[in-house]
């Protein structure tokens, strides 16, 4: 899944890809690439990130969504907002990727129930403003586990069916860094959920610290190697997709993976 951010302000490419034919331009680049998914979302999600409103989230984000599925880009829409969910559908969408798991707008759930859209959960605790103030766990596993359990016991209430529920244990959504490193080496029981599951680490700021001195940080554009060792992870793990900005490297990755499995006794 590669990403496409029709944003002023993301934490590792805001800007670049705001502009409309940029952003088609890029997603079509990030398909050349080796991307299934092409993910775009008009709302940046960096911590303290303030949201834009609806209309200009449609603004930004149906145009680019109706472009890229007019010239057979498979399309996933990055949005907690119902609104904009409906009309990247209606504009060609072919998945739905809600960072909140239904949370901030339970009505989001009527615009996929009862169709074969794929829809995204992944686990949340709060908006980019104040999620850090959630970021307590006794057992970070198991509790990511459990509340992404609740949220398909609520969306299967709602009307969506089994086959259209992919989980996302939230790496770096009120998580510390050790956090996240735990939830990587657990990542098994996300996945002995028995459901799709969808990882994202891309250039996340726990990735730029690795071997760095105390207060040390690799900025966002240096740290695609350490998300490809992320997405080798997640192939040997058996998650279903990576959601990255560096496409290349992370095909070049799974390829390693391919490679070595086939030469397996």
Same mark, same amino acid.
């Given at each position: ?49 303030? +949201? ?13 969504? +109706? ?33 909140? *798991? ?39 596993? *198991? ?7 609740? +949220? ?90 990576? +959601? ?22």
């Amino acid at each position: 899944m590669g990403i496409v951010n029709v944003t002023p302000d993301s934490f590792s490419d805001g800007g670049r890809w705001y502009d409309e034919d940029a952003a088609v331009a890029h997603g079509l680049e990030l398909v050349a690439q080796g991307a299934t998914l092409v993910d775009v979302g008009g709302e940046s999600t960096r911590p303290g990130a303030h +949201r834009p409103d609806e209309d200009e989230e449609v603004r930004r984000v149906v145009p680019v969504v +109706r472009r890229l599925a007019d010239e057979g880009v498979a399309v996933s829409v990055d949005t907690m907002r119902t609104r904009v969910a409906a009309a990247a559908v209606e504009a060609g969408a072919a998945v739905i990727n809600d960072v909140s *798991g239904g949370l901030a707008e339970p009505e989001i759930a009527s615009v996929v129930a009862g169709s074969d859209i794929p829809f995204v959960v992944m686990h949340w605790r709060g908006h980019s403003t104040d999620m850090y103030a959630a970021a307590s766990y006794d057992d970070v596993v *198991g509790e990511v586990c459990t509340e992404l359990e609740q +949220r398909v016991e609520v969306l299967l209430a709602a009307g969506l069916g089994e086959h259209q529920l992919v989980l996302d244990p939230g790496i770096g959504f009120a998580k510390t860094a050790e956090h996240n490193w735990e939830l990587l080496a657990g990542l098994d029981r996300v996945v002995a959920l028995g459901r799709p599951v969808l990882l994202g680490t891309s250039r996340k700021g726990f990735l730029g610290k690795v071997g760095r001195a105390a207060g040390a940080e690799r900025p966002p554009v240096e740290r695609d190697t350490a998300t490809a060792v992320t997405t080798a992870l997640a192939a040997r793990t058996g998650v279903w997709a990576v +959601r990255v900005h560096d496409v290349v490297a992370s095909v070049d990755a799974l390829d390693v993976v391919d490679a070595l499995e086939a030469h397996r006794a």
